[in-house]
């Protein structure tokens, strides 16, 4: 029988902390107007301050300091507090409008369920000549790891491991939960995907074992964040690894904001000549 057609797809930190679908209601507009960049020019002003203990500073405290101190920047943004609120629920969640457009319509949702069922019929079949591995890099941190306190100084504490916040995503975190045959967790704490982590190794073993190459396996990649860890690991995967056929999924990463992952998307296309899709032409080309 010849070697079946091997498709790998990568997630890259879909996890609560970063991409939970929020909840927005609509709430009475109070006087605290401000655009999203000025806000968060004003939270890493805050919370990095080294003068000011912030190590149990909650948000709240954020808004009644940034009411006393933002005064003269005040001038009809687009944010109010609630909205504040909801658009900084955690320091690296993606903004309201990546919330938006990744969850509208449950496209994620029925995408992911459409992954996993397809991927179990051909585990099911031995004679369907397609075979697909599903690999999650998860951000998996520890603040007792000294090496990892420059992160957490940066981005506050995110993906601590045994968390709420760390798990993938539902539904994803329960299939993969039915499906250990195909589905590998890669745990990660640091911007690139290979360093420190089985990757590489992960990915080799599949290869071998499916009797497939470089040059013929496909590899397609969706998650966060679209301009930091997305980008590098489609340049690792394409650059420093070789692999000819990787895919990106646009319609399912997510910047922090919409000009990051516009910035990351066209960075991809434009420096990396990587194949970026939607999710139409990403079904096709895994047939899923």
């Known amino acids: 029988m010849e070697n079946k057609i091997l498709n790998i797809i990568i997630t890259s930190s879909?996890?609560?902390?970063?991409?939970?679908?929020?909840?927005?209601?609509?709430?009475?507009?109070?006087?605290?107007?401000?655009?999203y960049g000025q806000v968060a020019n004003k939270w890493m002003e805050y919370?990095?301050?080294?003068?000011?203990?912030?190590?149990?500073a909650n948000i709240n405290q954020f808004i009644s300091w940034l009411k006393q101190n933002g005064s003269n920047e005040?001038?009809?943004?687009?944010?109010?507090?609630?909205?504040?609120?909801?658009?900084?629920?955690?320091?690296?969640?993606i903004d309201y409008d990546e919330t938006k457009r990744l969850w509208e319509g449950d496209k994620l949702n029925q995408f992911i369920r459409d992954l996993m069922n397809k991927a179990s019929e051909s585990h099911s079949n031995e004679n369907s000549g397609v075979e697909y591995q599903c690999i999650h890099l998860r951000d998996w941190h520890d603040q007792t790891d000294d090496t990892q306190k420059g992160e957490m100084d940066l981005f506050g504490p995110?993906?601590?491991?045994?968390?709420?916040?760390?798990?993938?995503?539902?539904?994803?975190?329960?299939?993969?939960?039915?499906?250990?045959?195909?589905?590998v967790i890669i745990n990660s704490n640091s911007l690139?995907?290979?360093?420190?982590?089985?990757?590489?190794?992960?990915?080799?073993?599949?290869?071998?074992?499916?009797?497939?190459?470089?040059?013929?396996?496909?590899?397609?990649?969706f998650g966060v964040i679209t301009n930091v860890k997305v980008f590098l690991l489609t340049f690792e995967l394409m650059v420093i690894h070789k692999f000819?056929?990787?895919?990106?999924?646009?319609d399912f990463c997510a910047g922090f904001d919409k000009?990051?992952?516009?910035?990351?998307?066209?960075?991809?296309?434009?420096?990396?000549?990587?194949?970026?899709?939607?999710?139409?032409?990403?079904?096709?080309?895994?047939?899923?």
Do not use: W
Request: glycine letters at 6%; one cysteine or more; a negative charge.
């Open 14 to 35: 879909v996890q609560n902390d970063f991409i939970e679908q929020l909840d927005i209601h609509s709430a009475p507009e109070d006087d605290l107007k401000l655009g």
């Open 74 to 93: 005040m001038i009809g943004g687009s944010l109010s507090y609630h909205h504040i609120l909801e658009h900084f629920r955690h320091r690296v969640h």
């Open 244 to 250: 000819k056929n990787v895919y990106v999924c646009g």
């Open 192 to 221: 690139s995907s290979f360093d420190e982590t089985d990757l590489d190794s992960v990915i080799e073993t599949i290869i071998k074992n499916a009797g497939s190459s470089h040059k013929e396996v496909k590899i397609g990649v």
């Open 47 to 56: 919370f990095l301050n080294q003068n000011r203990d912030t190590s149990d």
């Open 158 to 183: 995110h993906c601590l491991k045994g968390t709420y916040g760390a798990k993938f995503i539902s539904p994803l975190n329960e299939l993969i939960q039915e499906h250990h045959d195909f589905n």
């Open 259 to 288: 000009q990051g992952h516009d910035t990351g998307i066209n960075s991809m296309s434009n420096i990396l000549a990587a194949n970026i899709v939607d999710q139409n032409k990403f079904r096709e080309i895994f047939n899923i």
